[in-house]
């Protein structure tokens, strides 16, 4: 299994800011997933980050906006960038098993509010 | 369009109730079916895995059954307690589709 924590947990930020949110892991792995799931809403991918190259990002998402580092094999960040109430939704780092088990393993996610 | 499908949206049960979750999918290619849940304010658990050849799977009290036929799931829960209540997510890979879960409350 793996063990995933994300800061911050929550916050609320103003119209325009940005906002980084990091994701710690437990075990190296090779790729890591951020999801964003908007209010009463399943996931949605935003991206995938492997390290050393740049994130791939799914459609509707860009790297402007959603900008990801990945310096290592246990660390991830994601940036919401000029954020708009839009952006208000719980933002999940996730990381697949080691293994032939198919397990996927989300971190706890965080909650933002933009007003 | 790769589609995952679950019903019902929300769902509210008594305390030691069974209830069965549906889910259909048209997600191709298939790799595996995958039940979660999900805890208010946290990130998703998972509770089953099922592969093309697997028709049951039980963790618990939940049991999950894959018909890849027909291309249906279902997670049935028995023996419901309090700390059921959450949302179930049916995920179909291929790549990984997320269907809109159910909301699941079960009442004293």
């Known amino acids: 299994s793996a063990v995933i924590s994300q800061k911050p947990s929550r916050d609320i930020c103003q119209r325009g800011t940005s906002l980084t949110i990091q994701c710690q892991v437990d075990s190296q792995v090779t790729m890591m997933f951020w999801y964003r799931q908007q209010p009463g809403q399943s996931l949605t991918l935003i991206a995938t980050?492997?390290?050393?190259?740049?994130?791939?990002?799914e459609s509707g998402f860009v790297i402007d906006k959603f900008p990801i580092s990945r310096p290592n094999l246990t660390f991830s960040t994601l940036t919401v960038s000029n954020m708009s109430p839009e952006d208000s939704s719980i933002y999940l780092c996730?990381?697949?098993?080691?293994?032939?088990?198919?397990?996927?393993?989300f971190g706890p996610g965080t909650r933002l509010t933009v007003l | 369009k790769n589609q995952v499908e679950q019903s019902p949206q929300s769902l509210i049960i008594l305390e030691g109730k069974n209830c069965t979750l549906q889910?259909?999918?048209?997600?191709?290619?298939?790799?595996?079916l995958r039940w979660y849940k999900q805890d208010t304010g946290r990130g998703p658990v998972s509770l089953t895995i099922?592969?093309?050849?697997?028709n049951t799977k039980s963790n618990g009290r939940y049991t999950a059954t894959l018909d890849a036929d027909t291309k249906q799931s279902s997670l049935h829960i028995t023996a419901s307690q309090l700390s059921d209540s959450a949302s179930y997510i049916c995920?179909?890979?291929?790549?990984?589709?997320f269907g809109d879960g159910t909301t699941l409350t079960v009442k004293p």
């Open positions: 980050a492997n390290q050393g190259s740049e994130a791939t990002y």
């Open positions: 996730s990381v697949d098993g080691t293994g032939n088990n198919n397990e996927q393993f």
């Open positions: 099922m592969t093309f050849s697997e």
């Open positions: 889910c259909n999918y048209t997600v191709s290619p298939f790799s595996n």
């Open positions: 995920v179909v890979s291929g790549k990984s589709t």
